[in-house]
């Protein structure tokens, strides 16, 4: 890992990457499981997650956690994997179960394909400790991709 600091001083955490994967369209399926460029999804996400340095475990909650296993790439981090629950709210308080208090949290939904391991490593060297990140995408900073 690169040792650097934020504008505030602050040098960088360690974190646990919480994957929520429970999205479904209105067909039923999972959102984690559409293909984007040839891929699932839930594995970019992941591979984002794998791929940050500041993220030491992955506590993931997913449909179908043994489909979302089978994804995997063999070499990963510690991943603790949950089935997921109809709420966002329900799936949250599973991953955070796993969380304890002085820990450092990166939440990634299993619908943002475009995340990228150094995104992820960006907006961890810029936090105070203590705070949770969720990244979002909005419709309108992807317009003609």
């Known amino acids: 890992m690169i040792e650097r600091e934020s504008p505030e ?3 960088p955490q360690k974190f646990v990457g919480i994957y929520l994967g429970g999205g479904r369209l209105a067909s039923g399926d999972s959102k984690a499981y559409l293909s984007f460029g040839g891929v699932p999804v839930a594995v970019r996400v992941f591979e984002a997650l794998n791929g940050a340095p500041e993220i030491t475990r992955i506590v ?9 296993s089978s994804l995997l790439p063999e070499e990963h981090k510690p991943t603790n994997i949950f089935e ?3 709420k966002f ?5 599973t991953a955070f179960d796993e969380v304890s208090e002085d820990e450092n949290v990166i939440v990634v939904l299993s619908d943002i394909p475009f995340i990228k391991p150094d995104s992820l490593s ?5 936090v105070v400790p203590g705070e949770i990140i969720i990244p979002t995408i909005l419709r309108r900073d992807v317009r003609g991709i």
């Open 9 to 11: 001083g602050i040098k």
């Open 60 to 68: 993931a909650i997913a449909p179908e956690k043994d489909l979302f």
């Open 84 to 86: 997921a629950h109809d």
């Open 89 to 93: 709210e329900n799936n949250l308080r």
């Open 122 to 126: 960006r907006l961890a060297g810029s």
